[in-house]
């Protein structure tokens, strides 16, 4: 897979700088909104009359801050789902805002969104789904092509700078793009835009939506898959590189990526969200958490309450550390004052030297000897360990027993409980 790449090239495979910033941004918020919010959809089929897109009280501000209060680093929009509604006013299609009654047909979604990005100074990125379902011209492959990519233009031109583009790789099973040439686009308008998951990706599909990585979750992309429907690999081109993060979407509310009237579906608990972060961030992965706003263009309050106490807890837990060390070499020491009680781990590689670690444990000082409280395979750009009883002392050493080549660790940090 992976256009052949062999398991060396792997091995010494390494991150682009804009990967290696990506991967530090860590959280995003994911945001689906569409013609699907105002007609009880996920999957709208293409049919519904954009004459139901109604926000009665559309703010994107609201949004985006809830998101950065609680931590988030960057935003992504449904600019365009699989029904084929475009949130913008696109010369392409009718079949948009524009052919809405919102602000008269003359509002612009993405527009709103990435200008509050701006203003919060949030990251903002796109999803543009190949997949289309309402657009007739999507039978004929050249035509649509054209269709895409002008639409894609549109937004790579028209928003600002964008951190990621999201090609979903949904209903797309058996079809083949020009992906060379939308791919051309993206480098030459956002050349340093993530692309998620299709063409040549530098983010990939972690391989589910429940919002967790595996553990080890490497950074070499020979797992990858396209989308939960298929194995085909055949959506990658061969420059894809070796080295491709995995990102983990997730929507705050069951399954559902969409607001729903009446949505029985449970939210997730504080507890839930905090342990999909341990799970995705602390193995070395991205969390993309969605949040739909309902057919006002609001996040629901309980959604926004349960982001603040998100951040609030991720601050709690993360935000200052007992000790922390970093260094080049096997053996890494954090000492604290007496009197601590530690109850978690967080291991972060320098991943611009690569992906170097292959195992290690982590060791307190307790009565006179080492004794193990932790180990693992990889670290990568980011592991958490959570001990099962918070430990007392004052020195804590980690070990890299296994690598390929000198490891260096950028951070060796002790937490609370
Ligand atoms: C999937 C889509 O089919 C869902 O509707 C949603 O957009 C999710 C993030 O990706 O492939």
């Keep these: 897979m992976n256009g052949g790449k062999s398991m060396v090239e792997m091995e010494r495979a390494k991150p682009s700088r804009q990967q290696a910033a990506w991967q530090d941004l860590e959280l995003g918020m994911f945001c689906h909104f569409g013609l699907n919010t105002f007609c009880d959809r996920e999957w709208g089929a293409g049919?519904?009359?954009?004459?139901?897109?109604?926000?009665?009280?559309?703010?994107?501000?609201?949004?985006?801050?809830?998101?950065?209060?609680?931590g988030f680093r960057y935003f992504m929009l449904t600019a365009k789902h699989h029904d084929g509604f475009c949130l913008w006013p696109t010369k392409t299609t009718d079949y948009s805002v524009k052919s809405s009654p919102w602000r008269d047909g003359k509002g612009d979604v993405v527009r709103e969104c990435a200008d509050a990005c701006l203003e919060a100074g949030l990251p903002f990125g796109i999803y543009i789904s190949p997949w289309d379902r309402h657009d007739s011209r999507y039978a004929?492959?050249?035509?649509?092509?054209?269709?895409?990519?002008?639409?894609?233009?549109?937004?790579?031109?028209?928003?600002?700078?964008?951190?990621e583009i999201w090609f979903d790789g949904a209903g797309s099973?058996?079809?083949?793009?020009?992906?060379?040439?939308?791919?051309?686009?993206?480098?030459?308008?956002?050349?340093?835009a993530m692309v998620f998951n299709m063409g040549a990706p530098t983010v990939r599909w972690v391989g589910n939506e429940d919002g967790f990585a595996p553990y080890p979750c490497w950074n070499a992309a020979e797992a990858a898959r396209v989308s939960m429907f298929t194995n085909d690999m055949t959506a990658w081109l061969p420059e894809t590189p070796a080295w491709v993060p995995a990102e983990c979407p997730v929507p705050i509310r069951g399954n559902h990526w969409f607001w729903h009237p009446n949505d029985e579906t449970p939210l997730r608990s504080l507890e839930e969200l905090v342990d999909l972060y341990e799970r995705s961030v602390g193995h070395g992965a991205t969390l993309l958490l969605n949040v739909?706003?309902?057919?006002?263009?609001?996040?629901?309050?309980?959604?926004?309450?349960?982001?603040?106490?998100?951040?609030?807890?991720?601050?709690?837990?993360?935000?200052?550390?007992?000790?922390?060390?970093n260094g080049e070499g096997r053996s890494t020491v954090v000492q604290l004052p007496p009197g601590k009680a530690v109850k978690r781990l967080v291991l972060m590689e320098d991943i611009t030297q690569g992906e170097r670690v292959r195992?290690?444990?982590?060791?307190?000082?307790?009565?006179?000897?080492?004794?193990?409280?932790?180990?693992?395979?990889?670290?990568g750009h980011k592991k958490i360990d959570?001990?099962?009883?918070?430990?007392?002392?004052?020195?804590y050493r980690l070990t890299v027993l296994e690598s390929e080549g000198e490891p260096f660790i950028r951070s060796f940090a002790v937490y609370g409980e």
């Design 47 to 70: 049919d519904d009359s954009p004459a139901a897109f109604n926000p009665s009280a559309l703010n994107a501000q609201q949004w985006v801050r809830s998101a950065k209060d609680a």
């Design 140 to 163: 004929d492959v050249a035509a649509y092509d054209d269709v895409y990519c002008e639409q894609l233009t549109e937004l790579l031109t028209g928003y600002g700078p964008l951190v």
């Design 173 to 192: 099973e058996g079809r083949t793009y020009d992906w060379p040439r939308i791919m051309g686009l993206v480098r030459k308008y956002q050349p340093d």
């Design 292 to 325: 739909a706003p309902d057919n006002r263009g609001l996040f629901l309050e309980e959604e926004a309450e349960r982001l603040a106490e998100f951040g609030s807890e991720l601050r709690r837990r993360f935000g200052n550390p007992l000790g922390q060390s």
């Design 359 to 379: 195992s290690y444990i982590a060791e307190a000082w307790i009565d006179g000897q080492w004794i193990r409280i932790a180990s693992g395979s990889a670290i």
């Design 386 to 395: 959570t001990l099962a009883v918070p430990i007392h002392s004052e020195s």
